[in-house]
Structures are given as C-alpha cells and as structure tokens.
C-alpha cells in the first residue's frame, strides 16, 4: 500500500474495527464497526492519518484473501489472516484465557498450555509479516495490547535491523500486575523481552508502569530508570498516558432530536423513580455480581426506597464461546432474578432491576447516560474504564438544569479511579455494605455537591481526551531519538 505521506503510522491492534461477513450472493462485505474500549479509544485519531493492520476477525479461505484485502483497504485497514486454529487458541486460549485473567489478578482457573502459547507466537509472526510487506523506513508502528507482545522484538529483528529510524510504540490497554503475579506464567520472559524492543512503552497508570519496570528487573534482572529499561546500549522508555474519550462525539449525539426524543420517553417510563445504570461488556473484570449485590443490601439496608430506584443493568455480550463467561451469564441472571423476586412489587409494576444483555447503539447509549442519576463502576480491576467519563461528559448537559447532574460511583481498581478520585464516590467493590452505602450517599447528595464534583469530573474528562491522549503518544513517539552509548539517564 502507497501511502502519500513521506512517513506513515501503522497502528497494530489484534482486532480490525470493521466487522466483515458474506451477504447472500457469497460476496464480502463490512459490516460496520465494532464496539469496544480500542475502538472507542483510536477514535482520538484521525482515521485517514494512519494505516490500521489487525485481524479480520474471521477465518477467510486463502482464494478470498485478495478480495477481503482489497474491501479493507478501502476503508485505510490492512488484514492479516490466521488459520482457524491459530486465530482461536492465539485469541481465546492465550490472550482471553491466560493473559487476560492473570493480568487482572484472577490467576485460579487459568490452563497454561503450551499449545495455546506457540499459536500466540505464530499470530504474532502473522502480524510481523504483514507490517513488513507495508513497511518503509521512516514509518511509525504503534502496537496495542496483551494480544501482541512478541511483536516488537519479531519487528525488531525482521525490519532492516540496522535502522535507527525504526520507531516502535507499544500501549497496554490493561492493567500490568504486580510482579508476584507476572511471575505465575511461564513465558515472562519471552513476553518481557518481547515488549522491550519497543522504543516507548506507555501504560494507563503510574501504578502500572511501575509494577512494569519492578518485573523487568525481578524477571530478567535488568537495571531500570524511572523513565525505563535499559536494554543493552539503549533506553525502552516507559510512559503513563492515560486514555480519554471524544467528549464532542457525545455532546453532538446529545444535541440531536433522536437523543432529545429518547430523553423525554426515558424520563417519562422512569418518573418518580431514581435510576442508576451499569453498562459494561460482560466480562467478570467489571465486577456485577458485585455490583448486584451491593445493590441487593442497598435495597435491603433502606426499605423506604423500594419502588423509588431502578438499576439498569447493560450488558454486551463479550467472548460469548469461553466457559467463564458463560458463568458468570448465568450466575448474574440468578441475581437479578433473586433481587426481582425479593424486592419486586407485582401491583405497582416494579422490578428494582432490569438487565439487557445485548449492545445498545450510540443514540441509546447517550440517552441513558444522559438520564441516569447515578452510574455505577465496580470494576474488580480494570485498565482505565471509559464508561465513567462517557458518564460524566453526557451529564454535563444536566448541570444547570434544576435536579442538577448525576453522582459517578467508581471503583478504586478501575485506573481511571487515580483521575476522577476528587469528584467520584470510591468503593471497594469487594465492600458489600460499603456499596449499599455509597448508593444511599449518592441518591441523597444535594443538588450543590453534585455540581462541585461533577464540575472537577468534567474539566478532567474533556482536557485528557482521547485526542490528547493519541496525540501525546505519538508525538512521545516521534520525538525518540535513539540514545548514543554512554549518554543514558542516570
Ligand atoms: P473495555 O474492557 O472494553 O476496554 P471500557 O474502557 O469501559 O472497557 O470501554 C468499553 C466501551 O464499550 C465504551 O466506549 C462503552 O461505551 C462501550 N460499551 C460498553 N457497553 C456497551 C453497550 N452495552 N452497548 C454499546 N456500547 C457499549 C479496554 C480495557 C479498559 C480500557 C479500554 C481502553 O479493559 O480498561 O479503558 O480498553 O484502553
């Protein structure tokens, strides 16, 4: 692929953002975007200033490859193509079953399997192959995720080694764990090494980038600056960017007559009634059995507010064929069912929990955070969480109203906790009774601390905006000039 630009940025990420399937005549054809954390994040970006290389997301025989590639292309996306096996243990079985829950410290059911590993290694070399057939000196890579930690040093050493003009950036969209917990899998050191050919490594936290620098010296026992890893004669550096959203994309959704209908029939359906929302992927990181049964005690602890609150509880299914996530499906579908049946009221109609399990389009989406009194984020341990500060720019529109705008519940293990700790109330999601409290806090707070909070939240989440946060990486990025023997930070 061309690129009219003198030098190019290619972001990797595993996934491409366009969905693509067969219509009836068996042609290939997008399928729109996808959603989700990456998606949402890159829309900081603009889309015609870099090439974006991922996985089709789908297993496409050899004879349509160039047909898929030449769809994509148009849309600025390079494919790489996996075999089914490769695609599914590189996916579900390495990166979703064994990085993902050690990552987020739930190492108890993980399987470390061999097979699973040696398919992350081969997507990886899939990935390495394709930047290579579009890369030209000069060009910018900038790779995202757990899913492709082996890729800068396969760039690295496949991509005229010799060239000081290879940039590489790496972003960890998840949290990075302690080292303890990092030492569990069996391929640290591979995965390490992997990552430290990156020029600049970038993580959403402090925290993060410190357990990261604190593994690189208890696992391959190599000297580290506060600003990174010194590998050989050169420095990794390592960042804290932490991720934003587009607050405009919001506002101007907000604005249109779609959303503004919405709002009037959410508010008529949920009249006389406080309404706190969840809407997370389901995934057991976002902590809502926890979630559930904090609000189960909120319901038992303050009787006088039966009838008067409703959780709406949003679901996107999410890995849907891993086992874990299936369970986790059913044991919130108990919950709900447990605290309806408690608390419900047949008469008067009133279920204090209703739960989607589907996504819900952009217009919805903004209603609801529009509507919503309060957003509750009980993350058990979570990257960043964009969904707060979704929550926080569409109550913006609410503050000179005379109710005033909604109270951010926030979880002190999502990383967005670290920003938002001055206008947000932070539980500790494993704190039952501590959730049932911060509900009540929050469905009583007046109308004045509502706004002073709110107002520290908003002037957060539209200065540190996806843009900025893009804009700040690459332009790290650029700047890195590879450092000359004997002139390392001391
Ligand atoms: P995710 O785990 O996907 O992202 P999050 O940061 O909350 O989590 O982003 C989710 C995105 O999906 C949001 O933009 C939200 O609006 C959207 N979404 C959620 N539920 C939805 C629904 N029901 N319908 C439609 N859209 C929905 C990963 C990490 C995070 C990190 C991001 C970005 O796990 O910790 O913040 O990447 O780095």
């Not at 090494?193 to 993060?208: A, E, K, N, Q, W």
Request: aromatic share 10%; with cysteine; glycine share 8%.
């Amino acid at each position: 692929m061309n690129s009219p630009l003198s030098s190019k940025l290619i972001v990797a990420s595993n996934r491409l953002p366009i969905n693509i399937s067969r219509d009836k005549e068996g042609r290939w054809v997008s399928g729109g975007m996808s959603s989700g954390g990456l998606v949402a994040a890159l829309s900081g970006i603009p889309r015609d200033s870099f090439i974006w290389l991922g996985w089709a997301g789908c297993v496409v025989p050899p004879h349509d490859e160039p047909e898929v590639t030449s769809l994509l292309e148009a849309e600025g996306c390079v494919p790489v193509f996996l075999s089914d096996k490769i695609a599914k243990d590189h996916y579900n079985g390495f990166s979703n079953g064994i990085l993902w829950p050690l990552f987020h410290y739930q190492t108890e059911d993980i399987e470390f399997n061999d097979e699973y590993y040696s398919a992350y290694s081969s997507a990886n070399q899939a990935f390495a192959d394709a930047i290579e057939r579009i890369y030209e000196p000069g060009d910018l890579i900038w790779i995202h995720d757990m899913h492709l930690m082996l890729l800068p040093r396969m760039l690295r050493k496949q991509l005229h080694p010799a060239d000081a003009k290879l940039h590489i950036g790496f972003f960890l969209h998840i949290p990075f764990p302690t080292s303890e917990v990092f030492h569990v899998l069996p391929w640290k050191r591979e995965l390490l090494r992997g990552v430290l050919d990156s020029d600049l490594i970038g993580f959403h936290t402090y925290d993060y980038a410190s357990h990261f620098l604190r593994t690189c010296t208890h696992v391959l026992g190599m000297e580290t600056r506060p600003q990174g890893v010194l590998v050989q004669d050169r420095l990794a550096a390592v960042g804290v960017f932490p991720i934003g959203i587009e607050p405009h994309k919001f506002e101007e959704k907000l604005e249109t007559v779609q959303v503004q209908d919405r709002i009037k029939e959410l508010e008529v359906t949920f009249a006389g009634k406080k309404l706190i929302i969840g809407i997370d992927r389901l995934d057991y990181i976002k902590g809502i059995p926890h979630r559930l049964l904090g609000y189960e005690a909120f319901l038992r602890d303050n009787p006088e507010s039966r009838g008067k609150v409703v959780l709406l509880q949003v679901a996107v299914p999410s890995r849907t064929d891993v086992p874990e996530y299936k369970k986790l499906k059913r044991e919130i579908e108990q919950l709900v069912g447990r605290i309806n049946g408690t608390y419900g009221n047949l008469l008067e109609n009133y279920a204090p929990v209703q739960y989607l399990f589907r996504s819900i389009d952009f217009s919805e989406l903004t209603a609801l955070y529009t509507v919503a009194d309060v957003c509750f984020v009980t993350s058990l341990r979570d990257g960043m969480n964009l969904v707060s500060l979704e929550y926080i720019v569409c109550q913006g529109a609410k503050v000179n109203a005379k109710d005033g705008p909604g109270v951010l519940i926030l979880s002190e293990f999502a990383g967005a906790s670290g920003s938002l700790i001055a206008g947000s109330i932070v539980v500790n999601p494993w704190n039952t009774d501590a959730l049932s409290d911060a509900v009540r806090v929050a469905l009583s707070m007046d109308v004045e601390g509502r706004r002073s909070k709110h107002d520290l939240l908003y002037k957060y989440a539209t200065k540190y905006t996806a843009s900025f946060w893009g804009a700040s990486f690459i332009g790290e990025l650029r700047k890195f000039m590879p450092l000359q023997p004997g002139s390392l930070p001391t």
